[in-house]
C-alpha cells in the first residue's frame, strides 16, 4: 500500500515559520491534487487545505499549501501555540489497486 | 454546515464483525460523498473507504476483502461492517463527508465526526 512520507517532526517558537514536506510519487501527488488535515491533541482530524493550496472557511491565512511535482508542502506562518498538532498530507493513489493515501504524519511542536 | 456522529459497539470479539453506523444532520445523504477513517492507537491515519449517493463503493485494497459500506437514506446514515477483526483492527472510527470530482482528481474529506473508539478483545 502506497504512502506519502513525511518528516516525523517540526518545531518552531511562535511567530515562526514552519514548513512540512509531503513526498510522494507519480501516482499520487503527481497525478492528484493533494490535501492537508490538522489533528489537534484528542481531536478529530480536520481539513486544513484542499486542491492543493485552497483554505476552507475559518482557516487562517497563515497556513499555505504549495504542490510541485511530486512533492507537497504545508506552511505556517506566524507559529501560534495552538498550532501544535500532528498535521497529514493526503491524495489519490491511481496505482492498480486504487485508493487514498495519508502521508506519515508530522508532530509540531511550539516551543 | 453538515454534522456526523459515529455510533456502535466499543468493543467487539476476535473474528466477529465490527459494525459502526454515521447520521448525518445538517445536510442530504444524497449530496455527497461518505467516507470512514480509522487510526489506531498511536499510529496515523488510514482510510477504508468510501461510498457514494449513487451507491458506489471504492474500499482500500489492504481491507477490501472484509470490508462492507452501505447507505439508508431513510435515515441519512451510512454505515461500516468489517468481518473477522483481529487486535490489529482496535483504532478510533471516523466517518466524514467527502468531496470528489474529476475522477479522483479531487478528493477530499470536508467534515469528520468525532470517532468512536473501537476495540477488539476477548
Redesign the interface.
Same mark, same amino acid.
Given at each position: 500500500q502506497s504512502l506519502l512520507t513525511q518528516s516525523p517532526s517540526a518545531s518552531g517558537t511562535p511567530g515562526q515559520r514552519v514548513t512540512i514536506s509531503c513526498s510522494g510519487s507519480s501516482s499520487n501527488i503527481g497525478r492528484n491534487t493533494v490535501n492537508w488535515y490538522q489533528q489537534l491533541p484528542g481531536a478529530a482530524p480536520k481539513l486544513l487545505i484542499y486542491t492543493n493550496n485552497q483554505r476552507p472557511s475559518g482557516v487562517p491565512e497563515r497556513f499555505s499549501g504549495s504542490k510541485s511535482g511530486t512533492s507537497a508542502s504545508l506552511a505556517i506562518s506566524g507559529l501560534q501555540s495552538e498550532d501544535e498538532a500532528d498535521y497529514y498530507c493526503a491524495a489519490w493513489d491511481d496505482s492498480l489497486n486504487a485508493h487514498y493515501v495519508f502521508g506519515t504524519g508530522t508532530k509540531v511542536t511550539v516551543l | 454546515q453538515v454534522q456526523l456522529q459515529e455510533s456502535g459497539p466499543g468493543l467487539v470479539k476476535p473474528s466477529e464483525t465490527l459494525s459502526l453506523t454515521c447520521t448525518v444532520s445538517g445536510g442530504s445523504i444524497n449530496s455527497y460523498y461518505w467516507?470512514w477513517?480509522r487510526q489506531a492507537p498511536g499510529k /496515523?491515519?488510514?482510510?477504508i473507504g *468510501?461510498i457514494s449517493y449513487g451507491v458506489l463503493t !471504492? #474500499? !482500500?485494497?489492504?481491507l477490501k476483502s472484509r470490508v462492507t459500506m452501505s447507505v439508508d437514506t431513510s435515515k441519512n446514515q451510512f454505515s461500516l461492517n468489517l468481518s473477522s477483526v483481529t487486535a490489529a483492527d482496535t483504532a478510533v472510527y #471516523?466517518c466524514a463527508s467527502t468531496?470528489a470530482s474529476g475522477g +479522483?482528481? +479531487? *478528493?477530499?474529506?470536508?467534515?469528520? /465526526?468525532? /470517532?468512536t473508539t473501537v476495540t477488539v478483545s476477548s
Open positions: - | 467516507s477513517i /496515523g491515519l488510514e482510510w *468510501y !471504492n #474500499y !482500500n485494497p489492504s #471516523y468531496r +479522483h482528481y +479531487h *478528493y477530499y474529506m470536508d467534515v469528520w /465526526g468525532r /470517532g
